[in-house]
């Protein structure tokens, strides 16, 4: 958290690029629904909060730096100081996404409630405090498993010289198969069915429903199946970590 705050300039665009982002939501949207009551079960009220919820998850999750940081070290010879201290380096790395969550949970949030009392938008919120509490375990459950997977793309700079090809593919794809851009429930049912089998599904798009009050009936699917997946990746990165770190010899490329 202290290191949070050598980026004052960083927080302000966090929050510029929050409330834009739900801006061109909020313009798009708003043509759509023009004439209509609803659009695929979402009044206007619900597509708008969605995009608030959605666009503070996505903005909190800071792990996509965890990827570059340990590539870059790797690369240089720098990574030899995580082998040296006396820490765990992927609690280091969990650590570390724990901070910058923690700092900018206060400026995010900010953001989004400055732009619901400036359009004067409805917000939806679910009643339960069950759903609440579950959906926040999915919010906790769905940054730990972006965590994991971005520590799991850094340690592949063990193997391969470059993984910026690996990183632009990743970072595409969930934008769109968490719900970010559109939710997904606009998609195909069939190809619905499959994203559920996935962890992403249950990143940003199930917990942002359940707040609005949505899908409730996968609430405690989305528990089970986040946490399945965070076990299968910390089963994968033991083994990528034990299987490769042999091969670094502590200089750069």
């Not at 302000?12 to 759509?32: D, E």
């Not at 900018?104 to 679910?126: D, N, R, S």
Request: aromatic share 16%; with cysteine.
């Amino acid at each position: 958290m202290k290191t949070q705050l050598v980026w004052r300039v960083d927080v302000v665009f966090q929050m510029i690029f929050t409330i834009c982002k739900i801006l061109f939501a909020y313009l798009l949207w708003h043509m759509i629904f023009t004439g209509k009551d609803k659009v695929m079960g979402f009044s206007f009220a619900a597509m708008m909060s969605y995009y608030l919820i959605s666009s503070f998850l996505s903005q909190l999750d800071m792990s996509q730096g965890i990827s570059e940081e340990i590539s870059q070290r790797i690369r240089n010879g720098t990574f030899s100081k995580y082998l040296i201290l006396p820490i765990r380096v992927e609690g280091y790395f969990l650590a570390m996404e724990l901070g910058m969550v923690l700092f900018y949970l206060v400026f995010v949030l900010a953001a989004g409630v400055v732009w619901v009392e400036i359009f004067q938008i409805h917000f939806l919120f679910t009643s339960s405090l069950f759903v609440v509490a579950g959906a926040l375990l999915i919010i906790i459950e769905g940054m730990i498993f972006m965590v994991l997977l971005n520590f799991y793309f850094g340690l592949l700079t063990l193997k391969y010289q470059g993984i910026g090809t690996f990183l632009m593919i990743k970072n595409n794809l969930i934008a769109l198969i968490t719900g970010t851009l559109i939710p997904l429930a606009l998609f195909p049912n069939e190809i619905l069915l499959l994203m559920k089998l996935f962890p992403f599904y249950y990143i940003t798009y199930l917990p942002s429903m359940l707040l609005i009050g949505y899908c409730e009936n996968e609430l405690m699917r989305g528990i089970f199946i986040l946490l399945l997946w965070c076990i299968v990746l910390q089963i994968i990165i033991w083994h990528t970590w034990n299987r490769y770190r042999k091969a670094y010899d502590g200089v750069g490329i």
